[in-house]
């Protein structure tokens, strides 16, 4: 009977461009429009070195407008604007899959795509940890070096007002001042997310791939069992559009997609091993890296989740991103 092998159906260029492609279209950070891809972190992947720095200017400080006279004598003194930087670090992933369980499995019509799937799914999940991980590192900084001006927590009121609900998500988005209806959606814990249910409070609208999308109250949902829960303490967090800058890529020496073959595993009956490999960028807007506890040649999920790692560098509105703190009962 013909088994169908890995090196029958994998091209490897063709492989890595779908799966880049592929996963920087599914993941639900993206389809909410918070991930944004930028064409600036996608360069630089392909660059040398561990970071670089992407300079960006302030806005315009609202000092009052001079009081115009006739005196030829008196004359205006102008102003400047600012300016400030970000470092993004890169990251050099990579995973595989041993092809001796995976081409049992597989075997048979359409292989490929379900290879393909499982691959993008992997690095889509990826991405949304790695985001994930981002946060918690942010908000730990926001609380230990800014007061916590970003984070709403009622977890420890009693009854109803330390439960999640619409006027909870209010109240943390007023964070942002009169930014707040920059927000365009919510990330929230499984436990969290069935509250909302229970409340009515989720609504489903079409998206443009055939399927629908969570909202709450206009937000689109992201459900992420990943975000923090403490003794019953549950972290959501509230996005504006392009709050988070990604880019991903293909090594530049080694390949994206790489067939291992290994003749004299399993007593010369042979093993198949996949490798995929990922450069990959993830930045949050208003934040920098600081590059203050990395053990190996890129930061760990635990690492991205240190505050010590990251620093604000733009005055609290100009941030679009909020977190809140609630219990789910």
């Known amino acids: 009977?013909?088994?169908?092998?890995?090196?029958?159906?994998?091209?490897?260029?063709?492989?890595?461009?779908?799966?880049?492609?592929?996963?920087?279209?599914?993941?639900?950070?993206?389809?909410?429009?918070?991930?944004?891809?930028?064409?600036?972190?996608?360069?630089?992947?392909?660059?040398?070195?561990?970071?670089?720095?992407?300079?960006?200017?302030?806005?315009?400080?609202?000092?009052?407008?001079?009081?115009?006279?006739?005196?030829?004598?008196?004359?205006?003194?102008?102003?400047?604007?600012?300016?400030?930087?970000?470092?993004?670090?890169?990251?050099?992933?990579?995973?595989?899959?041993?092809?001796?369980?995976?081409?049992?499995?597989?075997?048979?019509?359409?292989?490929?795509?379900?290879?393909?799937?499982?691959?993008?799914?992997?690095?889509?999940?990826q991405l949304q940890k790695r985001l994930v991980a981002s946060l918690r590192g942010i908000m730990a900084d926001n609380i230990a070096n800014f007061d916590g001006d970003m984070v709403l927590d009622i977890s420890a009121e009693t009854g109803a007002a330390g439960v999640f609900g619409a006027e909870a998500v209010i109240d943390a988005t007023g964070t942002l001042g009169d930014s707040m209806s920059n927000l365009v959606s919510i990330a929230m814990h499984s436990d969290i997310y069935r509250r909302a249910l229970k409340n009515d409070l989720i609504e489903f609208i079409p998206d443009s791939q055939g399927g629908t999308i969570a909202t709450f109250r206009g937000l689109a949902t992201v459900v992420d069992d990943g975000l923090p829960v403490n003794e019953g303490a549950y972290t959501c967090a509230l996005f504006g559009a392009g709050a988070v800058g990604y880019g991903a890529a293909e090594p530049s020496i080694a390949d994206g997609t790489e067939v291992e073959n290994l003749p004299s595993a399993g007593r010369g009956g042979g093993q198949q091993i996949l490798h995929s490999r990922m450069n990959m960028g993830m930045h949050p807007a208003g934040f920098t890296w600081v590059e203050d506890t990395v053990a190996d040649e890129s930061p760990s999920l635990s690492e991205l989740a240190l505050p010590a790692n990251w620093s604000r560098v733009v005055e609290r509105k100009a941030v679009p991103l909020a977190f809140l703190i609630a219990r789910a009962q």
């Open 1 to 125: 009977m013909a088994t169908v092998r890995l090196t029958d159906i994998i091209e490897p260029a063709t492989f890595t461009g779908y799966t880049l492609q592929e996963t920087m279209q599914k993941t639900a950070l993206v389809r909410a429009g918070v991930a944004v891809r930028n064409n600036v972190i996608a360069e630089q992947l392909k660059a040398g070195s561990h970071s670089f720095t992407v300079p960006f200017w302030r806005d315009l400080e609202d000092d009052e407008a001079n009081i115009v006279n006739d005196d030829p004598d008196i004359h205006s003194t102008p102003k400047k604007i600012g300016s400030g930087k970000q470092i993004v670090r890169k990251s050099y992933l990579h995973q595989s899959w041993s092809a001796m369980n995976l081409a049992s499995e597989i075997a048979g019509d359409d292989a490929l795509a379900k290879i393909q799937s499982r691959v993008v799914a992997y690095w889509d999940r």
